[in-house]
């Protein structure tokens, strides 16, 4: 689906836009004019995190549930515990920000990687450690991504990332393709 046919969130209209049109994220680093899409600002970063801003528009995050787009491997995590009865709890740290639903459902769509399986990397991290290893130039998402909410979020600024820790499911919905969130999207957006 074209990015430009996906509802945007007014939270989200007003961002700085690339010369495609694509709106900047509040977290992308700026070089030289032009958006790093696949890496993430620390002092943005810190900031969203500290203040309780979403990491897509900026804009306060009101307290109780915070959303974000997982990959394959926790995709399929939170899917076989659903499956099993069992309450899923990552301990693992990410560098993943959270954000408000209507964002991150948008996100979903729009972001050529987190929208499709067979969407690759267009950039490799720029000081791979345990937590970015996987982020290599020409890596596929893979199957089965997803639009995850939870109840709240902990975080820790280091000096040279911004780690989170998401606590307490409260909503799974998993995609291979991003657009099957349109509806939900829409319907996001109508009720806010």
Not at 59 to 82: C, D, N, Q, Y
Not at 127 to 134: A, R, S, V
Not at 153 to 178: G, I, K
Request: proline share 9%.
């Amino acid at each position: 689906m074209r990015f430009d046919l996906v509802p945007m969130p007014p939270t989200v209209q007003d961002r700085p836009r690339d010369d495609r049109g694509y709106p900047v994220p509040a977290i992308t680093p700026w070089e030289d004019g032009e958006p790093r899409f696949a890496r993430t600002d620390h002092g943005r970063s810190a900031e969203c995190a500290r203040e309780r801003l979403c990491s897509v528009c900026r804009k306060l995050m009101p307290r109780g549930p915070v959303w974000r787009v997982v990959g394959a491997a926790e995709s399929a995590a939170i899917g076989e515990a659903l499956a099993a009865g069992r309450p899923y709890r990552n301990l693992a740290p990410t560098l993943e920000a959270p954000g408000h639903r209507a964002c991150m459902l948008y996100a979903s769509m729009v972001c050529p990687y987190l929208a499709r399986p067979n969407a690759r990397r267009g950039l490799t991290a720029e000081q791979p450690d345990e937590l970015t290893e996987h982020v290599v130039r020409g890596a596929a998402r893979g199957a089965l991504g997803a639009v995850v909410g939870f109840a709240d979020y902990e975080f820790a600024v280091t000096s040279s990332q911004v780690l989170f820790r998401f606590l307490d499911l409260v909503e799974y919905l998993p995609h291979d393709t991003a657009d099957t969130h349109l509806e939900e999207l829409r319907a996001e957006l109508a009720r806010s």
